[in-house]
């Protein structure tokens, strides 16, 4: 077998359909991006139709199969719209990347109820909703990738992490609890930790020059991440080449967690 053959049998997404969410910037266009460039046909869902249509521009113009689906992931109502809507354009999904999120961080003594519940909204019930909606489908099929991201704050606490840190913690048992159910039937459920990227979820910290430094000291390579540092670890996960890896969650961090 060639080289070539090998590498399409591990890794290609020829065939293969996602729906990435969060998709229009940050990480999840990262991934997007290289699940699309791998040959899967990709729906990208998001709330702003300028970013979305701006991403979608860019694939087609690499040759790629790509569509946009605006929607409000905050509402139970506009989750299951938006799965309706994503599953019309190519068909049902083999993949399901979730990374919209949203990251507000007060003060855990200023800390309303309005933002638990928005947080847990975005951050936590889209994904299961959408996970109840494809997980099935995907286990009839014989063949399904769950992918979340989640956070640093998943693991340990800092800079404020309230809400949002409780929220990831609760996803990363949400793709244990999602790879319990479906892995027997060829779906896996894992997630991708990262450490600090410079995305607009993190603007807060980005606008700290003495902060950034600290951070990307702290990573074993020196350097804080990038977005395209997502795009290998989630076309493995896609495909085939990771039939046995299930319920884990893979620090893409430079070595932050473990330094």
Request: glycine letters at 12%; proline letters at 3%.
């Amino acid at each position: 077998m060639t080289s070539h053959s090998y590498l399409s049998e591990l890794f290609s997404l020829d065939g293969r359909v996602a729906v990435v969410t969060g998709g229009s910037s940050g990480i999840g266009r990262a991934i997007a991006g290289a699940l699309g460039r791998a040959g899967a046909s990709v729906v990208i869902v998001a709330r702003g139709e300028a970013e979305l249509a701006a991403t979608v521009d860019e694939l087609a113009a690499d040759g790629c199969r790509a569509a946009w689906v605006s929607a409000d992931l905050s509402t139970r109502d506009g989750v299951r719209a938006a799965a309706e809507q994503a599953a019309e354009v190519f068909g049902e999904p083999d993949i399901l990347v979730n990374s919209a999120g949203i990251n507000l961080r007060p003060p855990m003594d200023e800390l309303g109820e309005d933002v638990w519940d928005t947080t847990m909204a975005v951050n936590l019930e889209a994904p299961y909703l959408l996970g109840r909606r494809f997980g099935p489908g995907m286990a009839e099929r014989g063949f399904g990738r769950i992918i979340h991201i989640t956070s640093q704050q998943a693991h340990r606490a800092f800079v404020q992490s309230g809400a949002y840190g409780v929220s990831k913690g609760a996803l990363e048992s949400l793709a244990r609890s999602q790879a319990e159910a479906w892995s027997p039937y060829g779906v896996t459920c894992n997630t991708l930790v990262p450490g600090f990227v410079m995305t607009p979820l993190n603007a807060r910290l980005s606008s700290d020059p003495e902060k950034v430094a600290a951070l990307a000291a702290r990573t074993m390579v020196g350097r804080n991440g990038l977005a395209e540092d997502f795009a290998g670890a989630a076309v493995f996960l896609a495909g085939r080449a990771s039939g046995y890896v299930t319920g884990q969650a893979i620090f893409v961090d430079g070595g932050f967690s473990v330094h």
